[in-house]
């Protein structure tokens, strides 16, 4: 089975950035294509950023373009998610994702991470 596990959440001021991990275990990291997810308190779990299997293709929502990149490093079986000039919205819960196709648009998510909090303030 695959295990992933967030790391990398923090508190820092609007206009930080932060970069998140999300560590895969199995064998079957390079063949999924992976995404983060983002829950802020009283929200519904909203999609962020995805990836395809070899990171040959990226996606992400409107509201993260621009100050948020996605990649992945499958020899090293992680995915991140570099976040950029940090805004007060950006607080929530973050948890990665992997699905069970290779392509985008992720879908048919079968691993979910335990999460990781991001607090952006002022």
């Known amino acids: 089975q695959v295990q992933l596990v967030e790391s990398g959440g923090g508190l820092v001021q609007a206009g930080g950035s932060l970069r998140l991990s999300c560590a895969a275990s199995g064998r079957t990291f390079s063949r999924c294509a992976m995404g983060w997810f983002r829950q802020a308190p009283g929200k519904e779990r909203e999609f962020v950023a995805a990836?395809?299997?070899?990171?040959?293709?990226?996606y992400y929502a409107d509201s993260v373009k621009g100050r948020f990149t996605i990649s992945r490093d499958n020899a090293k079986n992680t995915m991140y998610l570099q976040m950029n000039a940090l805004k007060p919205e950006d607080t929530a819960l973050y948890y990665c994702?992997?699905?069970?196709?290779?392509?985008?648009?992720?879908?048919?998510?079968?691993?979910w991470g335990q999460g990781t909090q991001v607090t952006v303030s002022s």
């Open positions: 994702a992997a699905g069970a196709y290779r392509d985008l648009p992720l879908r048919s998510i079968e691993y």
């Open positions: 990836i395809s299997w070899n990171g040959g293709s990226t």
